[in-house]
């Protein structure tokens, strides 16, 4: 079993950075791609940004130039750099990890979210 743990949500002004993370852990044989997704109130779950295990990037065209997102393989952990925040960007940051099992399926894990509000 792979748990996915978010960090790094809080209340921020229009304008300023925050930083997510997110680490995996538990049994599997190798992480590959992982991603950020967001749903603000009343709306669907959408990508933000995605990235493979050999760090090619994926972003939705709504944060493109403004979020940035890595990742540090040794700490099995993702980032998502966010600048420039908007109001609505407001919304429930999830991160989402796909993996291999040491039995070779490959599945995927959802944390469990992390509240990012822009407002003034």
């Known amino acids: 079993q792979v748990q996915v743990v978010e960090s790094g949500g809080g209340l921020v002004q229009p304008g300023d950075s925050l930083r997510l993370s997110c680490a995996a852990s538990?049994?599997?044989?190798?992480?590959?791609?992982m991603g950020w997704y967001r749903q603000a109130p009343g709306k669907q779950r959408e990508l933000v940004a995605s990235?493979?295990?050999?760090?090619?990037?994926n972003y939705s065209d709504s944060v493109k130039g403004r979020f940035t997102i890595s990742r540090d393989n040794a700490k099995n952990t993702v980032y998502l750099q966010m600048k420039s925040l908007k109001p609505e960007d407001t919304a429930v940051y999830y991160c989402?990890?796909?993996?291999?099992?040491?039995?070779?399926?490959?599945?995927?894990?959802w944390g469990q979210g992390t509240l990012v509000t822009v407002s003034s």
């Open positions: 989402n990890a796909d993996y291999i099992t040491t039995g070779w399926r490959t599945l995927d894990a």
């Open positions: 990235i493979t295990s050999s760090s090619r990037t």
């Open positions: 538990g049994s599997m044989f190798r992480l590959k791609a």
